[in-house]
């Protein structure tokens, strides 16, 4: 019942000399809106929410601001979290919904890792900083996409949109490989 | 430019049918008969013969290329790129720019059509830049600039300049290679968003315009030059040099200088600079001034040309100059394509007689040839001045540096009209634009015949439409046709230059998106199993879903037919995964649903939930879908599939703006949950044993209840819901677990006979019942009272969304289409679609009177049904109408949209 779930299991789905692209275990996944004297919902979830979009923070949970009323909030187990939000929903009225179910995880890793996320993504992905996270788009279709460390990125994408993004992923591995630079 | 290698096949066009008998070399004889306008004025009638006789004929005549049949082999891609400043052309003012902004610490990208950088010092081998010849200094200066970080991309074409400094460039990878690399796309698309941008893409030469300018061996002074100093390629022994600008003149003497013996160099000024006439002089060139060329001889090659005195606006006897080629120049026209796709103004240059650029909205500056700056030594230091004013503009600052050029070559010239002639000019064949065969007599019979603006002309001559985009012909066109106005020219206008630059292929735009990966295809948790089990599947959006399950031997209709009474009969299963799914939650989220569905909700108990009905403002149905009350501030919102993102999106609208102080929040978890539904009478017997936590009898979990449970051990939102009339639950689980979940049921539902059906049987069951599918039994102008739904709108409501559209004149008039049943009285099934009148005997054109909306045959029934929006229906039940269709007319009678089971005594456990 709270084995971790995954459309993908986890599995090296490209690797080439410019990235590697493999899909991990999930982590419990929240969608956290709320808005006001936020401290309640700190208290309940052990971290300092942050406020400005793109920053995220590591604690008892990881969490990554989205928007100006919303996080995404990773845990390594929901009942602790669902339990400790609904003590503080009188006093801070919020919306929780788990979301586990709903995505999968890619990591996209290597030295070229940054100039493959190009291909699918209209951002500066030279302006995205080490620690941050945000919502855009990749190749049409919404995704999360974290950059844990200069050659790393973490993209989490709905299901259904997962296999889609996947291809362009190994595609442009290999097309990134196959480049004399 | 395709590049050369050993083993290319290349074919010639504008050679039909063979290349040494041109029909457009009818021109010798018959020529008068393919005036200007003659395609419109000939070929338009009879309108049938346009298609298969005409066009393919002139297409065909105009050698307009061949479309290939096959699938393209290779494949495409494209890239984002985010830069501080593009560079577009890498001759000597992008190269200055680039080192100025690279030496301000910039991200700079320089790019350049051609496979190498350097642009004009590629055919200027003698010029000395700051002490270095130019070849040295070009190559030291390339790998400085790669060292500084500099991305220098060759074969990169800027096709297109589009808003907020997004340019797209078309970067040619392998078309030079004889043998293609793997994982290597045949062109890559870049799309790159520039801080500023510094277009230095210099000038493109003009040809002139005289009787016989078409004869091979005649061509353009810088090609010339080019292929001399760039590619060792000597185009002629003996050629002639025909010039209004000075440049020419150093291509007659880098040719003479290369063992040519230049015949001649004719000049249409008057006086040109000394130094040219030392030059000639020393190289033993005649030297002609004040000359016009009336004509050139030569089958398929030149091999003279006529050349005449021009004094006091007389042309004078001409004189025939034996050659082998004939290399003019025209003079210079600034290369401004990019720089108006910005919406950037030109102005009129009278002394150049040519458009310079003026203003641009982009954050763009325009350097060197291209905004009409001639020779090595000023195109440098306009693009390093250019290059300061870039890094200027994003806060830095740069050094200035003045380049010294020996040897430089600076010059000027003049424009022309077509060039004058003793003959007769309405029998000259002077060509203004190469592709489309316009000559300059078919611009002035375009001016005589009433075109007055230069867009008007061009469209009757084709002047400037084919290929080149009127890269040769625009000025010189313009020339022309103002001459004939006796206006200036910038009265008479330039016509738009529109992306791309230059011709781009299709593979190029398409990209990574073609075959399977041409659009994102949605599938289910439960898809492969429907695969696996021979399902026959259609788009639904984005989604596929399995439409039907055929057996061995069965066509659709009969899997259908099938599959209904199966889930009738016993328990049927259908993946219902791709429903839109989102979960409100608040304080507020009871007031919000209020507002937005047509229902009321308060009374709605947790545990319970109910069909909601969504309107727009305009009080016309959007959406549907059963919402379960899964908490007192939680609801499960359904949508139906192709509706999720949209209606998540007009909430989120509606809550943004409208209502920001509701304290509700939406999320999407279409893709949270795997949804399975099971329909039948046995419905309850098979899911019962494997639900804990809730007991499926009437008492306990009655028609419209919700509740959260577990499913075959797995954690499930389950609700009793029906779509067909049937027993029905809805069994949610987290997505991934979908497959189980249906794998258990399937398991479990043997004893029952249980048949998997698809979409097409969902939507029989459905119909069997009257219940509606939005966007196909509404189409953006039904009301719930039209659908026969007035039940679902909360009248005590204060205001809910559509409430005041539903209160218009017009939406509570009378007569309006409203939604029934039909059934016909032969038996016959109608077609969807097929419009519906009342009196069959009318005149044609008849008053239609709305039309089929659904239709299928219908086992429960006995008989084909079917629902259709007919005016005034829901009051004329048990009338006859009648649908017209080709070979007859169908008579039915109209009746309740509910064809089984109206007591809804099946829903009973």
Redesign the interface.
């Known amino acids: 019942m709270n084995a971790p779930l995954s459309a993908f299991p986890p599995a090296t789905l490209a690797e080439t000399s410019a990235a590697k692209v493999s899909s991990v275990l999930p982590k419990v996944r929240f969608s956290l809106r709320a808005r006001g004297e936020l401290i309640p919902l700190e208290q309940a979830l052990g971290v300092a929410l942050p406020r400005k979009i793109g920053e995220t923070v590591k604690g008892a949970v990881e969490v990554a601001c989205l928007g100006p009323d919303e996080w995404l909030v990773l845990a390594a187990e929901a009942a602790p979290v669902a339990g400790a939000c609904a003590e503080v929903y009188a006093a801070l009225p919020h919306s929780l919904v788990e979301i586990s179910a709903r995505e999968v995880t890619f990591v996209i890793e290597g030295t070229r890792a940054a100039e493959l996320m190009t291909i699918g993504c209209a951002r500066d992905i030279d302006a995205l900083k080490v620690g941050s996270a945000r919502r855009t788009l990749f190749d049409g279709a919404t995704v999360t996409l974290w950059r844990d460390a200069e050659d790393r990125f973490r993209m989490d994408v709905w299901n259904s949109f997962a296999p889609h993004l996947l291809h362009l992923l190994q595609v442009g591995a290999r097309e990134l490989a196959a480049e004399s630079v | 430019m395709q590049e050369i290698w050993g083993g290319l096949e290349t074919t010639s066009q504008n050679k039909f049918p063979s290349l040494k008998f041109d029909i457009g070399a009818v021109n010798d004889g018959a020529y008068m008969l393919f005036s200007a306008g003659f395609y419109y004025k000939t070929f338009m009638w009879p309108r049938s013969f346009w298609d298969k006789v005409y066009e393919p004929f002139i297409r065909a005549a105009a050698g307009l290329g061949v479309s290939p049949t096959e699938e393209d082999p290779d494949s495409y891609?494209?890239?984002?790129?985010?830069c501080d400043v593009l560079i577009v052309g890498a001759g000597p003012s992008g190269i200055a720019a680039a080192r100025v902004a690279a030496e301000a610490g910039l991200k700079v990208v320089l790019v350049d059509e051609n496979a190498e950088a350097g642009g004009t010092l590629l055919s200027e081998p003698q010029a000395q830049i700051d002490g270095a010849a130019a070849w040295d200094w070009l190559a030291a200066e390339l790998a400085a600039l790669k060292a500084a970080g500099v991305k220098v991309m060759t074969r990169t074409t800027a096709i297109g300049y589009y808003h907020q400094n997004l340019i797209g460039l078309c970067e040619r990878l392998t078309d030079h290679l004889p043998n293609l690399?793997?994982?290597?796309?045949r062109e890559r698309l870049w799309?790159v968003?520039a801080k500023q941008v510094v277009l230095a893409q210099g000038a493109l030469e003009k040809p002139l315009v005289f009787h016989g300018n078409d004869r091979p061996g005649v061509m353009l002074a810088g090609s010339a030059q080019t292929y001399l100093n760039r590619y060792g390629v000597l185009v002629g022994q003996r050629p002639v040099v025909l010039t209004s600008h000075d440049s020419a003149w150093y291509a007659a003497f880098d040719l003479s200088d290369a063992g040519a013996k230049v015949q001649a160099i004719a000049d249409t000024r008057g006086s040109v600079n000394e130094e040219l006439l030392a030059g000639a002089r020393q190289r033993g060139i005649p030297v002609k001034l004040g000359r016009t060329a009336t004509a050139t001889k030569g089958r398929l090659r030149v091999s003279s040309i006529r050349l005449n005195p021009v004094s006091g606006g007389k042309v004078g006897s001409g004189e025939d100059i034996a050659c082998d080629a004939v290399l003019m120049s025209g003079g210079w026209t600034p290369s401004l394509h990019l720089f108006s796709h910005t919406k950037g103004t030109l102005a009129w240059d009278d002394d150049r007689t040519t458009f310079l650029p003026e203003r641009t909205p982009e954050d763009c500056v325009i350097a060197g040839a291209s905004r009409g700056l001639w020779g090595i030594e000023a195109v440098l230091n306009d693009g390093a001045e250019k290059g300061r004013e870039v890094v200027a503009a994003l806060g830095k600052s740069a050094g200035a540096h003045a380049y010294g050029v020996a040897q430089d070559r600076p010059g000027t010239g003049v424009s022309h009209k077509e060039l004058p002639t003793d003959r007769s000019a309405g029998k000259a064949k002077a060509f203004v634009d190469y592709q489309n065969d316009v000559t300059a007599k078919d611009l002035r019979l375009a001016v005589r015949e009433g075109m007055r603006s230069i867009e008007h002309v061009k469209r009757y001559t084709t002047n400037g439409m084919a290929t080149d985009q009127g890269k040769m012909s625009n000025i010189n066109g313009l020339n022309i046709a103002a001459d004939a106005l006796g206006r200036k020219q910038p009265s008479v206008g330039l016509t738009t230059f529109r992306p791309p630059y230059t011709p781009t292929s299709f593979g190029a735009f398409a990209g990574?998106h073609r075959g399977?990966?041409f659009e994102?295809?949605?599938?289910?948790?439960i898809d492969l199993w429907a695969e696996e089990h021979g399902a026959v599947f259609e788009p639904v959006g984005?989604?596929r879903r399995a439409w039907y399950f055929p057996q061995a031997g069965e066509d659709m209709e009969a899997a259908v037919s099938r599959e209904c009474k199966a889930t009738r009969a016993s328990v049927g299963i259908f993946d219902a995964s791709t429903l839109g799914k989102i979960?409100v939650?608040?304080?507020d989220a009871v007031e919000f649903m209020n507002r937005m569905y047509t229902n009321p909700w308060t009374k709605l108990a947790p545990g319970r939930c109910r069909y909601g009905l969504l309107c727009g403002d305009d009080g016309f149905i959007r959406d549907d879908g059963v919402i379960g009350r899964m908490g007192q501030?939680k609801f499960h919102v359904t949508t139906t599939t192709g509706g999720a993102a949209r209606v998540l999106n007009m909430m989120e609208d509606y809550l943004q703006t409208e209502w920001p102080d509701l304290?509700?929040?939406l999320?999407?978890?279409?893709?949270?949950?795997s949804t399975v539904a099971l329909n039948g009478p046995n419905a309850a017997k098979l899911l019962a044993p494997l639900v804990e936590g809730v007991e499926l009898t009437e008492e306990a979990f009655p028609h419209m209840s919700c509740v959260e449970c577990s499913v075959a051990?797995?954690?499930a939102r389950l609700f009793r819901v029906s779509f067909t009339g049937e027993i029905g639950f809805e069994v949610n689980v987290?997505?991934?677990?979908g497959r189980k979940l249906w794998e258990a049921l399937w398991e479990a539902g043997q004893e029952f006979n249980i048949t998997a059906y698809g979409t097409e049987t969902m939507h029989v069951l459905r119909a069997e019942k009257g219940y509606i599918i939005v966007g196909q039994d509404t189409d953006g102008t039904v009301t719930p009272y039209d659908a026969g739904m007035g039940w679902s709108v909360g009248k005590a409501k204060p205001d809910f969304v559509g409430k005041r559209g539903l209160a218009r004149p017009d939406l509570v008039a009378e007569g309006r289409k409203q939604l029934v049943g039909l059934l016909t009285e032969d038996g016959s099934k109608l077609e969807e679609g097929a419009q519906i009148v009342f009196d069959p005997k009318q005149a044609i054109p008849m008053t239609m009177v709305g039309h089929v909306t659904s239709s299928y045959h219908s086992d429960a029934a006995g008989r084909p049904i079917a629902l259709a929006l007919v005016q005034g229906g829901h009051g004329r039940m048990g009338e006859t109408v009648h649908i017209p269709m080709p070979d007859r007319t169908i008579a039915a009678k109209i009746t309740s949209t509910i064809f089984v089971d109206p007591e809804n005594a099946r829903l009973k456990i």
């Open positions: 891609a494209s890239r984002n790129l985010h690399p793997a994982d290597t796309p799309r968003r990574y399977g990966h994102v295809t949605r599938k289910t948790q984005q989604w979960e939650v608040g304080p501030d304290n509700v929040w999320t999407s978890t279409t893709e949270q949950w051990g797995m954690p987290p997505a991934p677990m």
